[in-house]
Structures are given as structure tokens and as C-alpha cells.
């Protein structure tokens, strides 16, 4: 494994730290995006359930608010109850959009991982081989031997920005799908709430 990285000369070293971030990004996302910790099941109806007992308080409240991002949205538009419907409608679309930040954080840079990997691999490789084309001699003689291991030398960085590259897509799409289905709960859950608070 040394050897390998060692042929693959020094455009190897950007991929491994593109190759450290994906990892980091792609473990970090996939705690982060967790359903618990973004809409949780049942804590719509918990909620209800609170506020029809008039138990609802600032630290209920509170606490709801810091274990999920629904908790928090729901906690927003809770305090704005004495407002109109269409006001707190809004407040709810700003704090959603927050929300949404946050749960696309790094997703740029997954993509930005995905789209430099292939192509400081190619760059490593075309160095790689017009170092292989210059220890030909003017009259067109070489080493064979020596011109094949240096060829495969450079494609080194080609297979690794590759391998890099592809993890990255797929845990892009992934990471960009599973968002919109999480927006989609927060949302809907915030549009039944908003119809349970303004029947009371």
C-alpha cells in the first residue's frame, strides 16, 4: 500500500485528504440526518397531548426544542399562537429554511469531492505518463519493462480518484434525498399541528 502511494507522486496526497473528508463527511451526515433526531415519531402527538392538558410550559417546551429539529419548529410556531394563522406561516417557512441549512451542511462539499477527485486523478496520470514518454530517447528507444511499470504507475492516481469519486456521488444522492424526505416530514407535520392549534 506504501509503494502505491509512493507511485502515485504527490497529486496522491490532495486525494487523501479528499478521500479523509469524504469519509468524515459521510459518517458525520449519516448521524446527523438520523429520523430521531430530526422528526421523531410520535412527538407530534406528544405535543398535542401536552397542550390539550395545558401542560405545555416554557420548560417542556424547552426540552422538546433540543432533542429534535421538529421539536424546535413546533416550539417556534407555538409561541406565535396568539398571532394569525398566515404570520405564524411565515415564521414557520423561515425557521424551515434554517432547518433545511443545516441538514444540507457539507452536501457542497460532498459534491465538490465528487467532481475534483477524477480529475486529480487524470492530472496525476497525464504527469505521470509524459514522465514516462521523457525517458525515451530521441531515437525512440526505451526500456519496455521500465515504460510499463511507469505507465501503471500513473494510472495509480486515475484508479484512486475514482474510487474516491464514485463512494462520493452515491452518498451524495443519498444524503440529498434522504433531506427532501426529512423536509417533506417537517413540513407536514407543522401543517397538522398548525391545524390542531388554530381548531382549539
Request: charged share 15%.
Amino acid at each position: 500500500m506504501n509503494n502505491l502511494l509512493i507511485s502515485g507522486g504527490w497529486f496522491i496526497w490532495p486525494l487523501l485528504v479528499c478521500s479523509i473528508l469524504l469519509i468524515s463527511i459521510i459518517l458525520e451526515r449519516l448521524w446527523f440526518l438520523q429520523r430521531r433526531l430530526v422528526a421523531p415519531k410520535g412527538l407530534l402527538r406528544q405535543i398535542q397531548n401536552l397542550i390539550k392538558k395545558d401542560s405545555f410550559h416554557s420548560q417542556n417546551q424547552q426540552d422538546i426544542s433540543i432533542t429534535s429539529y421538529l421539536g424546535d419548529l413546533l416550539q417556534h410556531c407555538y409561541q406565535y399562537k396568539s398571532y394569525p394563522r398566515e404570520f405564524v406561516e411565515v415564521k414557520a417557512e423561515e425557521k424551515a429554511s434554517e432547518i433545511k441549512i443545516l441538514l444540507e451542511r457539507n452536501l457542497s462539499m460532498l459534491s465538490t469531492i465528487a467532481s475534483i477527485s477524477p480529475l486529480l486523478g487524470l492530472l496525476g496520470t497525464v504527469v505521470g505518463m509524459i514522465k514516462v514518454f521523457s525517458n525515451i530517447d530521441i531515437n525512440g528507444s526505451a526500456n519496455t519493462d521500465l515504460l510499463a511499470v511507469g505507465i501503471s504507475e500513473a494510472l495509480i492516481t486515475t484508479a484512486f480518484g475514482l474510487i474516491i469519486a464514485v463512494p462520493a456521488i452515491i452518498f451524495y444522492k443519498y444524503f440529498d434525498q434522504k433531506t427532501l424526505i426529512l423536509m417533506s416530514l417537517l413540513q407536514s407535520n407543522t401543517s397538522i399541528f398548525l391545524d390542531f392549534l388554530y381548531k382549539k
